[in-house]
């Protein structure tokens, strides 16, 4: 059975600091990775995907991923209190028909000001 | 079309009742998605669509379970004989029909919350 796995927290930073959110995955064929912000009682909402070994930036956010070590990361400069949420780590299974995510049970950000 | 809308928000049905969800996805997507989540966890898939084929199906997903898609377009989750196990999120997505990898996005509705006293 593919496994996400990260660390459930909580994990607290003060405002403008650096987040850092990390998993790590257990079907080293997967290839495409997402994260998904939950604020509690939300729906989840995607904030980054990556297909390709190395980093990729869109604003604050930062995801990095390195198949070789089956780990995926996701870097959140300029923290703010806003940021505070859940976040989910999803691989895509390739060995689906269609490609269901498989998630990991999400780590808990706190951004104090 | 702003996103995947879902219907109820909130369900609290008595154990034993039958209920039915509904999920509308984005326009164009052909792919649709169910995933339940508890507290706690993240999200776990109950099976998807693609067009009105139902094309995969989770362990999780037991014979009280049913899910539709007559037509290609709105989706419904039916749980017959509701259990107070089956309390939780029951989450729909949709993804593109678009080339390469960027048709594994997945984009999530709010979410129907169920609650079996």
């Known amino acids: 059975q593919k496994e996400v796995e990260q660390n459930s927290g909580p994990l607290s930073v003060p405002e403008g600091a650096i987040a850092s959110l990390n998993c790590t995955y257990s079907?080293?064929?997967?290839?495409?990775f997402f994260w998904y912000r939950q604020y509690s009682g939300k729906s989840p909402e995607l904030i980054m995907f990556?297909?390709?070994?190395g980093d990729k930036e869109d604003g604050r956010f930062t995801a990095q991923l390195n198949k070789a070590s089956q780990y995926v990361s996701l870097l959140i400069r300029d923290s703010q209190p806003s940021d505070s949420a859940t976040y989910l780590c999803?691989?895509?299974?390739?060995?689906?028909?269609?490609?269901?995510?498989?998630f990991g049970r999400g780590t808990q950000l706190t951004v104090w000001p | 079309d702003t996103g995947v809308s879902q219907d109820p928000r909130h369900k609290i049905t008595k154990r034993g009742q039958n209920v039915t969800f509904r999920c509308d996805p984005i326009?164009?997507?052909?792919?649709l998605y169910w995933y339940r989540q508890t507290l706690g966890q993240g999200p776990e898939f109950l099976t998807y669509?693609?067009?009105?084929?139902?094309?995969?199906k989770s362990r999780l997903l037991s014979d009280r379970f049913s899910a539709e898609r007559p037509k290609g377009s709105f989706s419904t989750l039916e749980i017959q004989r509701t259990e107070q196990g089956d309390s939780a999120m029951y989450l729909c997505?949709?993804?593109?029909?678009?080339?390469?990898?960027?048709?594994?996005?997945?984009?999530f509705g709010a979410g129907t919350r169920l609650s079996v006293l």
């Open positions: 999803a691989g895509y299974d390739r060995g689906s028909t269609l490609g269901r995510l498989y």
């Open positions: 079907d080293r064929g997967s290839q495409s």
């Open positions: 990556i297909y390709s070994n």
């Open positions: 997505a949709s993804s593109p029909l678009v080339p390469g990898q960027d048709r594994n996005i997945q984009y």
């Open positions: 669509f693609q067009n009105e084929a139902q094309l995969e």
């Open positions: 326009s164009e997507h052909n792919r």
